[in-house]
């Protein structure tokens, strides 16, 4: 069901702010905790795409036409969905933007 893999995304993103939180502030019991609180929800997510499989559906976007951001965000972010970190494929893309300047 999408609503639940959508709060298991939401609880594991705020877990991991917790974590980057937790690391800065000194409280390593804290963020092993909770580092084993993401690992316990990623076991309910589906399999994430890797950098190459994502990288791919960028070049295409592009090949496509897509030569902004914008254009390759919104043709990426529906189809990897749920399967891939939005931070990741933005860093993804940029980097491919640039290899295209």
Known sequence: ????????RKGVKR??????????GGRTELAERERLEVRRLEAYLPATLG?????AAVRAA?????KQMGAIMAA????LKGRADGSR??????EELNRQA
């Not at 069901?1 to 298991?8: G, K």
């Not at 877990?15 to 800065?24: A, G, L, T, V, Y």
């Not at 950098?51 to 990288?55: A, K, M, P, W």
């Open 1 to 8: 069901d999408d609503e639940v893999l959508d709060v298991l």
């Open 15 to 24: 877990r991991r702010e917790s974590i980057e939180m937790f690391d800065k």
């Open 51 to 55: 950098d190459d499989e994502i990288r």
């Open 62 to 66: 592009v090949d496509g036409g897509a």
């Open 76 to 79: 990426v972010m529906p189809a």
């Open 89 to 94: 494929i933005n860093a993804i893309a940029k």
